[in-house]
């Protein structure tokens, strides 16, 4: 097994809510893929949608809180883009490229996943089989991000890294995670 554990930092940390933190842990064990999220802290400045009683896979999840995380092949332009909602809903995505030619991933018809939501705790637990994407051993590079919407209307955005002048969860300099 190949666990990492993480801690995301906000973008700009200056807008950020300071008393909200952002952590968890991703590995790999032979073809299982296992992401935690942890948040936690000051939640009741934070949009937390309910529980669905039928989670979907919908799009623009980044548009409300969102947890994300995301998967490249090592050596390969192409990555997948992974959309958890607290709400249940999800939804992946394929690009052949840095933003270049984005789909749905037609090879996961469900993604289910665990949520448990506390006043001060919300916790988030997947575990993944990504044999239909991607083969044997592949080596694979990971980034670990969030969107996070506070109530007042701002977004504040949270990755492992941010290596350029913007938010940008694609960027490859931010798959810092080997699995």
């Given at each position: 097994?190949?666990e990492?554990?993480f801690?995301?930092e ?7 809510v300071?008393?909200?933190n ?5 590995s790999?064990?032979?073809?299982i ?8 802290g ?16 919908r799009?623009a999840?980044w ?42 991933e037609?090879?996961f018809h469900?993604?289910p ?6 006043p ?5 637990d997947?575990e993944?089989?990504p044999g239909?994407i ?7 590079d990971?980034?670990v ?5 506070l ?6 955005y ?5 290596p ?6 694609h960027h490859?300099?931010?798959?810092i995670?080997?699995l």
């Amino acid at each position: 097994m190949n666990e990492q554990r993480f801690a995301l930092e906000p973008f700009h940390a200056k807008n950020a809510v300071s008393d909200i933190n952002i952590t968890g842990s991703i590995s790999r064990s032979s073809n299982i893929i296992a992401v935690s999220f942890i948040m936690s802290g000051l939640l009741k400045e934070v949009v937390i949608p309910g529980l669905a009683e039928y989670p979907q896979r919908r799009n623009a999840l980044w548009e409300e809180t969102c947890l994300e995380f995301f998967l490249g092949q090592r050596g390969s332009d192409q990555y997948w883009e992974f959309n958890l909602s607290p709400a249940g809903h999800w939804n992946v995505y394929r690009f052949d490229a840095y933003r270049e030619g984005m789909q749905e991933e037609a090879a996961f018809h469900s993604l289910p996943f665990r949520v448990s939501n506390g006043p001060d705790t919300l916790l988030l637990d997947l575990e993944l089989d990504p044999g239909n994407i991607i083969t044997g051993d592949t080596g694979l590079d990971a980034a670990v991000s969030a969107v996070v919407k506070l109530k007042d209307g701002r977004m504040i955005y949270w990755a492992l890294t941010h290596p350029g002048p913007v938010p940008d969860f694609h960027h490859r300099d931010g798959f810092i995670i080997g699995l």
